[in-house]
C-alpha cells in the first residue's frame, strides 16, 4: 500500500514522518516545491533535519531546505553564471563547490548555515566538479573537460595543492543537465564512504 | 582508481552503453560491492541496475521493462542494507518517474509513482531513516520540489573510518571522518569526550578528555555505535 501526501500542510508532513508506515508501505510527501530556483540537484544533510542543495536554472543558487520545508537561499549567482557540480561539506562545516562564472575561469565557492555566507575563492585555470570529501579535511575533485585532471583541493585557499593526470577512456555523449554528473562515474570508487566492513572499525 | 593516480579498469562496458542518457554515480554498498545503474541499457533498452565487485565480476540484477517509466537515474543504499532508487520515465509518452525499492537479489518493489514531478531524482537517506530527494520538475509551481519517502528503515548506523591525528595528549582534537556521523557522541577508550562537534554528516570533532587513556575510539550516534579498531594513543 502506498499512501502519498501529494499537498500536504506543514502538520500532515510532520505527521507523515513521525508516523512509521507498515513494513510494505511508503508514504510519500512534499518537503517543499521550489519557485524562482527549481530545478533542484543534490541534497547533503549538514545537520539532522537540515539539508542542503543547489537550484536554477537561468539564475542559480544555493539554499537549505529543512525537513520540515524551510528554505533559506544561501547564495545566488547573476545569470550566466553555472555551479558545477553538487555541494560537498567539509570538514569546517561549510559546503562546497564550483562555480563558472561567465567564462572561464572556474572559482571554488562555499556557503555556511547562514544566508549571506558565500565566499568565492581565486579563479582557477579549469573548471572541476567536486566529488566528494576525504578523510584529511580535502575535497577530490576531476575536470569535466579535460578528463584528465584529478583535482584535491585544500583549506585554507582552496586552491589545487596537488593533481594527477589520468588517461580515462574518453566518455560517450552525455544529455546529463550539470556537468558533475558526467564525471562522477569516474570517481565512483571514491565516491562513497567505504564499507563498514573496513578492517579499522566494528560497529556495535 | 589509487590516490596515487594508478588507473585499473574493472569491467568494460559495450561501446554507447551510457550513449545519450544519465550517467548514475556508482555505489559502494555494505556488502563490499560496487552498484550502479545504466538508465537506458538493458534487453529492453530501459535500464540495468547491475552489481560489479572489486574484482571485475559483473552481474545484472533487475532489467527494467519495456515501458515508459523506467530509466534508472540515481541509486543509493538504505540502513535496512537494500538499494533505493529513482528512475526517469518517459513523460513525453505518458510515463511517470518513480521511486523503487531493489533487493541485493534482483527483487524490485514500487513504492511511489511521481504523477506530477520528474526525476532526474537526487536522493539521500536522512539521519531520521527517511528517505528525501529533488525533483527536477513538478511541485506546486512545476519548477521541482524537495520530496520525502518514508518506508520505515531505521536511522541509519554510523560508520567511522579514519581519525586524525591517531596520538596526542589531553586536549588534542581528533578529526574522525566516516559517514552518517550527525548528533554523534564520542568516547576515548570510554571517556567521553570533553567536546564534540559536527561538520555535516563525515566529520566529527572531539577533544581527548581528562582521564582518557588509549585505546579505541567508539562513536554513537542515534543510528548505533562504532568502535575503531585502532587505538588512539594519549601522550
Given at each position: 500500500m502506498i499512501i502519498s501526501?501529494?499537498?500536504?500542510?506543514l502538520g500532515l508532513c510532520m505527521i507523515a514522518a513521525n508516523i512509521p508506515p507498515v513494513w510494505g508501505q511508503a508514504t510519500f510527501w512534499v518537503v517543499t516545491s521550489m519557485n524562482r530556483y527549481g530545478q533542484p540537484a543534490g541534497l547533503i544533510e549538514g545537520s539532522p533535519g537540515v539539508f542542503y542543495s543547489q537550484a536554477g536554472s537561468s539564475t542559480e543558487a544555493a539554499l537549505s531546505v529543512t525537513a520540515q520545508g524551510s528554505k533559506v537561499i544561501l547564495a545566488t549567482f547573476p545569470s550566466?553564471?553555472?555551479?558545477?557540480s553538487l555541494l560537498v561539506s567539509g570538514p569546517n562545516g561549510r559546503f562546497y563547490s564550483i562555480v563558472e562564472l561567465s567564462d572561464n575561469p572556474a572559482n571554488v565557492f562555499s556557503v555556511g548555515?547562514?544566508?549571506?555566507s558565500k565566499q568565492v575563492y581565486a579563479p582557477q585555470s579549469f573548471v572541476p566538479s567536486l566529488t566528494q570529501n576525504l578523510p584529511d579535511g580535502t575535497l577530490l575533485g576531476v575536470d569535466?573537460?579535460?578528463?584528465?585532471i584529478f583535482g584535491i583541493w585544500s583549506n585554507?585557499?582552496?586552491?589545487?595543492?596537488s593533481h594527477q593526470s589520468v588517461s580515462f577512456p574518453p566518455p560517450t555523449a552525455l544529455r546529463a543537465p550539470r556537468s558533475m554528473r558526467a564525471m562522477v562515474i569516474t570517481t565512483g570508487l571514491l565516491r562513497?564512504?567505504?564499507?563498514?566492513?573496513?578492517?579499522?572499525t566494528s560497529s556495535g | 582508481m589509487t590516490p596515487s593516480g594508478s588507473f585499473t579498469q574493472l569491467y568494460s562496458f559495450p561501446s554507447?552503453?551510457?550513449?545519450?542518457y544519465f550517467v548514475v554515480p556508482l555505489l559502494q554498498a555494505s556488502d563490499g560491492n560496487l552498484y550502479g545503474a545504466i538508465a537506458s541499457a538493458g534487453a529492453n533498452g530501459t535500464g540495468i541496475i547491475y552489481k560489479l565487485t572489486l574484482g571485475g565480476q559483473y552481474t545484472p540484477l533487475y532489467t527494467f521493462p519495456k515501458?515508459?517509466?523506467?530509466?534508472?537515474?540515481w541509486l543509493i543504499e538504505g540502513s535496512d542494507g537494500n538499494l533505493y532508487g529513482a528512475t526517469y520515465g518517459n513523460l513525453t509518452a505518458g510515463g511517470h518517474s518513480e521511486l523503487f525499492r531493489l533487493t541485493k537479489s534482483g527483487q524490485y518493489t514500487l513504492l511511489h509513482t511521481l504523477t506530477d514531478a520528474a526525476c532526474q531524482c537526487d536522493l539521500v537517506q536522512g539521519s531520521d531513516g527517511i528517505i528525501y530527494g529533488t525533483a527536477q520538475g513538478g511541485g506546486a509551481t512545476g519548477a521541482g520540489e524537495i520530496f520525502a519517502l518514508n518506508v520505515g528503515l531505521s536511522k541509519p548506523a554510523p560508520h567511522a573510518q579514519y581519525f586524525y591525528p591517531q596520538s596526542g595528549p589531553v586536549s588534542t582534537q581528533v578529526r574522525i571522518w566516516g559517514s552518517?556521523?550527525?548528533?554523534a557522541s564520542v568516547q576515548f577508550n570510554g571517556v567521553p569526550a570533553t567536546t564534540v562537534s559536527n561538520s555535516g554528516s563525515n566529520y566529527v570533532w572531539a577533544t581527548v578528555p581528562v582521564g582518557a587513556t588509549t585505546g579505541p575510539i567508539t562513536v554513537t550516534t542515534p543510528g548505533g555505535n562504532i568502535t575503531t579498531h585502532l587505538s588512539f594513543t594519549v601522550e
Open positions: 501526501l501529494r499537498a500536504c500542510s550566466g553564471d553555472n555551479i558545477q548555515p547562514a544566508a549571506g569535466s573537460r579535460s578528463r584528465q585554507p585557499t582552496w586552491m589545487v595543492t562513497r564512504a567505504p564499507t563498514p566492513k573496513a578492517p579499522a | 554507447h552503453t551510457f550513449l545519450n515501458d515508459n517509466n523506467s530509466g534508472p537515474t552518517n556521523l550527525l548528533s
